[in-house]
């Protein structure tokens, strides 16, 4: 079974779903990629993958092309230094967040959409300081004091275990995101295919 799906979903839920998958399907060879939204989007449309995993939004031609289901809620939080000025704030607008530099993730990705959006709307530049790829990257670069991110909250609480970053409610409407999977169609699906849709459909129902 061929998946793409957005570092989002890898990194705080596909984990323990894949596992729990393939122990119970031992036969069955599940190949992953990480891929951003609209690529993911674009891979299973032309029919690079079987199964896609993203943020919902808008996707063109592509997205006419999809059957989203519902999959998991995720939320948007601001991530920052230990001694910073927003460190014991437990809520935060966007407003104020662009106040100092921020830490990015790459250009095309979901939330570097969604902070250029709320920048616009807010009437305010992005201060990219940096863009990196990987949310590793992102808290390790906060952690040393260059500048406040924004992440998905499950992700974040792995880093501020180990590193020097503190995790505050991003205040606004769209730090409330949606995941989907998507599939061509369901009666196309290869069975095996079908199969692990069911599995991750069943362990959204039961979270």
Same mark, same amino acid.
């Given at each position: =079974? @061929? ?12 984990? $323990? ?16 990629? *990480?891929?951003?939204?609209?690529? =993911? +989007? ?5 029919? +690079?993958? &079987? =199964? #896609?995993?993203?943020? *919902?939004? /808008?996707?063109? *031609?592509? #997205? ?15 991530? =920052? ?17 662009? &106040? /100092? &530099?921020?830490? #990015? ?12 959006? #709320?920048?616009?709307e807010a009437g305010r530049?992005?201060?990219?300081? %940096? ?19 924004? %992440?998905?909250?499950?992700?974040? @609480? ?27 169609? %369901? *009666?196309?699906?290869?069975?095996? $295919?079908?199969?692990?849709?069911? /599995?991750?459909? +069943? ?5």
């Amino acid at each position: =079974v @061929r998946v793409a799906a957005n570092i989002s979903a890898i990194t705080q839920f596909l984990p $323990a779903e894949l596992h729990g998958f393939m122990t119970r399907h031992p036969l069955i060879d599940v190949r992953l990629q *990480e891929q951003i939204s609209s690529a =993911v +989007a674009r891979s299973v449309a032309e029919n +690079a993958a &079987d =199964v #896609g995993v993203l943020s *919902e939004s /808008h996707f063109g *031609e592509h #997205g006419m092309r999809l059957t989203l289901l519902p999959y998991r809620q995720d939320e948007l939080v601001l991530v =920052v230094p230990g001694g910073h000025a927003l460190a014991r704030r437990r809520s935060v607008r966007l407003a104020e967040a662009l &106040d /100092h &530099d921020l830490i #990015g993730m790459h250009p095309g990705s979901a939330i570097h959409q969604l902070l250029q959006r #709320g920048a616009a709307e807010a009437g305010r530049p992005l201060r990219l300081r %940096m863009q990196v790829t990987g949310y590793d990257a992102l808290c390790l670069m906060v952690s040393a004091g260059l500048g406040v991110g924004v %992440m998905p909250r499950v992700s974040a @609480r792995l880093y501020v275990r180990e590193l020097d970053v503190r995790v505050a409610t991003l205040d606004e409407p769209w730090a409330a995101r949606r995941l989907a999977l998507c599939v061509r169609s %369901m *009666e196309a699906l290869p069975a095996v $295919a079908r199969q692990l849709v069911q /599995h991750l459909q +069943a362990s959204t129902a039961d979270s």
